[in-house]
């Protein structure tokens, strides 16, 4: 056992592991204070390759880090100290889980001899997210354990790694090392050669397969009634070849809130209202073959029709092998990038133009929703199309769970470009919404725009403290509709139930939340003030938020209201 410079090897082995890890493709690492953690604090204050991101609540930290890796496409390491600290980063590890982001968590933890004996701050930190994170358990640093052995243990551990890993760090004490730094040359000699490169110790290649259909299956393929599906597909995805490659086959492609195409005036993007139309859902009910891009398909109506339709071929394409079909079809997966897959010498179908239909009734849906929404009482479905028409291709738009999401999958409007859109639909939380999208903003520093109900931002409320550190045009536009109106959408037995039980009107307002926080504030109730405060705030480099007041059941009215026309049509 090490008993010397105890202070000085911690920080060393803290300074290894995050030069390793920025050497892995780490640009970002989120930190909490604490002690336990101080080797890996003082290591990540001195790495230059690494932007930090500091923040006092570790459960806001962690879907800050998840929206940071989704908008940059890298991994990103969180540092927590000990105990409950790690604990609350749990949302956000299981919501990276399921939606394949690799979030690489370093949490200080006590030596085994002070586990479990009633030593401050500590608990059980290995396993403890169960299935949800790579479990690495680092031994407390040891001169006799080589370098080279905890560089290469990194390298496999976070290397072609699609999904969280925890690492737990063990620290002796003492944890704050005196200056001069102790010698370790002797120490480090095995690894002299890495110390004077920047690539990481270990290289591997990556798990492609590459593996594609022949030329003789896509003609197989393609021969009959097809329809394309555009899932949930991250903007990496390049998801617009999509297009190219129905207009190449000549079947309709349907769009999810997700699939970045939702707005597209190639794609089918009513589906959701489509599916409850007479004459639609009879054309769709002759589709014999499907292929369906991604997972997570959020319109129920589409999940129904994609299980309840007798296929001939059911084809899956995703970025990696990943169960996603809760309706269990039997199916070929195909593991390749939306786009490649698109990009394949697809010949024209058989059937080309066989739904050419589509495209008028889902015009006229656009035309409905113009007369119906945009021309007829303010409220959340009319803010939303508001925001949607407003974004181009270099903006990010993040969509909260509960009725914005849904909102703008069933109504968004046809426009000529979007916004990247972002989600957390893997557990579909309400937490972490805020500061999700603040590490979206802060990844790229293109104008971002949030969309919340009451709930989910009441939930959140004091990651505003994060949005205090983007420096680029950060628009919080909060729902509040004096609860969750979801559940007016919900069978609940009776009236008094829904209120006492599942609405949970707060009668609150968020001027004194955004004031605390410092941030520029606007409340509106009339779709042109909206217009107004969004169009400037979008303007302004830093986060601002509009609290848009309606009515409580506004937004449900409306989806039934809409929902019969669609049914009449
Ligand atoms: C962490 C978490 N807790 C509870 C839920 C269940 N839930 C789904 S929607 C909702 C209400 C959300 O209300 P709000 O954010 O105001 O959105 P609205 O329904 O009004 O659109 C709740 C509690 C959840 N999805 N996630
Ligand atoms: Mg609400």
Known sequence: MQTENTAELNLLWGSLILEELARLGIKHVCMAPGSRSTPLTLAAAKQTKLSQHLHFDERGL?????????????????????GTAVANLYPAIIEAWLTHVPLI????????????????????????????AKQI???????????????????????????????????????????????????????????????????????????????DALARFVHGKGVIVAATLAPEQQSSELIQLAQK???????????????????????????????????????????????????????????????????????????LDP???????????????????????????????????????????????DNAEFGEAQTIRAIAKRQSDNHQLFIGNSLPVR?????????????????NRGASGIDGLL?????????????TTLIIGDISALHDLNSLAIARSVTSPLVIVILNNDGGNIFNLLPVPNEQLRTDYYRLSHGLEFGFGAAMFGLAYNQVDSIDDFIESYEYAMTYAGPSVIEVTVSQNQASDQIAQIASWVKQH
């Open 249 to 323: 086959l000549g079947w309709p492609i349907v769009t999810d809130a997700q699939s970045q195409l939702r707005q597209h005036p190639g794609a089918i993007g009513n589906i959701d209202q489509l599916l409850q139309q007479p004459k639609a859902k009879a054309l769709l009910a002759q589709a014999e073959k499907v292929i369906v891009f991604g997972g997570r398909i959020l319109s129920k109506r589409l999940i129904n029709y994609l299980s309840e339709q007798n296929w001939k071929d059911y084809w899956q394409v995703l970025p990696q092998q990943q169960r």
């Open 137 to 215: 358990n680092l031994p407390t640093p040891d001169i006799n354990i080589a370098p080279q052995a905890l560089l290469s243990l990194l390298d496999d551990a976070v290397c072609n790694q699609v999904q969280p890993v925890h690492i737990n760090c063990m620290y002796r004490e003492p944890l704050y090392p005196n200056e001069p730094i102790a010698d370790f040359s002797r120490y480090l000699a095995p690894i002299a050669n890495w110390q004077q490169q920047a690539a990481p110790y270990n290289q591997f290649a990556s798990m492609d397969t590459g593996i594609m259909p022949t030329a």
């Open 62 to 82: 962690g879907f800050m880090a998840l929206g940071l890796a989704k908008a940059s496409q890298a991994p990103v390491a969180i540092i927590t100290t000990s």
């Open 435 to 447: 500061a999700t999208a603040c590490g979206v903003a802060v990844a790229e520093a293109k104008p």
């Open 407 to 423: 909102l703008y999958d069933m109504f968004a409007p046809i426009t000529p470009s979007s916004a990247s859109v972002f989600t």
């Open 105 to 132: 968590v370093l949490s200080g933890d006590r030596p085994p001899e002070l586990i479990d004996c009633g030593a401050n701050q500590a608990i059980i930190q290995p396993a403890i997210f169960a299935q949800y």
């Open 327 to 373: 309706s269990h079809k039997p199916k070929q997966v195909w593991l390749a990038p939306a786009h490649k897959f698109a990009a394949l010498s697809w010949p024209r179908s058989s059937q080309a133009n066989w739904a050419l239909n589509l495209v008028q009734f889902n015009d006229e849906l656009e035309t409905l929703y113009q007369q119906q929404i």
